[in-house]
């Protein structure tokens, strides 16, 4: 890649059934992220080459120079956002990601922590609140409040309802037990580019099928 901008390249990730994985990392205001394309069909809607927000790690390039600059993946995030809180703080710094389709990996979802299990509902649900708080610049964070208090308070009768209140109650009182420390790791976050550039990645849920 001649363009010294880019820091990420996201691959096509395929599952084992041809469906489309990931073809890069969108946003929404709530702070959720999911992946472009999940579970669609590949009928090469995604064949060409555009920049998108950040790569899912699953299969994905970094540029070592980027990484000297932003630091490496934050260790006490463990599982799951690890990758959304790594594009933020590599798109903040200026720092850009181009999707790839000629690069495809096959990935099993969910092969390791499984899906929809206790796991990935802690994890994930816990470290959605920390990278937001740790990397949204403040004027996107405090006008998301509305949306990212929304949903933090909506999934918890959610996943009650599934028989997992108890974790996704636990997941949340650890985000907010864990706060202080994501606040001091915000003062480190570099920032060099303006809000703009980063809301122009913030999507709706009404967009998510969108290429």
Not at 6 to 32: E, F
Not at 54 to 80: S, T, V
Not at 146 to 160: F, H, K, Q
Not at 177 to 206: A, C, H, Y
Request: with cysteine.
């Amino acid at each position: 890649m001649n363009d010294r901008s880019v820091g990420m390249c996201a691959s096509k990730m395929l599952l084992p059934d041809g469906r489309i994985d990931s073809t890069g990392i969108c946003l929404s205001r709530s702070g959720a992220a999911w992946d472009r394309g999940a579970f669609e069909p590949d009928k090469g809607q995604y064949d060409q080459q555009r920049e998108v927000f950040g790569p899912c790690a699953g299969a994905a390039l970094y540029r070592k120079q980027m990484m000297d600059e932003i630091g490496l993946f934050d260790e006490d995030f463990f599982l799951y956002m690890e990758d959304v809180d790594m594009a933020l703080r590599a798109r903040l710094a200026g720092w850009r990601c181009i999707y790839v389709p000629e690069a495809v990996a096959h990935h099993h979802h969910g092969g390791t922590a499984g899906v929809g299990t206790d796991l990935a509902v802690y994890y994930g649900n816990r470290n959605l609140i920390w990278y937001v708080v740790k990397g949204f610049p403040a004027g996107i964070l405090l006008s998301s409040l509305p949306w990212i208090i929304g949903r933090n308070l909506a999934v918890i009768p959610y996943y009650a309802l599934q028989g997992q209140g108890r974790v996704i109650l636990k997941s949340k009182l650890d985000s907010l037990l864990g706060l202080p420390g994501v606040l001091k790791k915000r003062r480190t976050v570099l920032r060099k580019v303006k809000d703009s550039e980063i809301k122009r990645f913030i999507r709706t849920w009404s967009e998510m099928k969108r290429p």
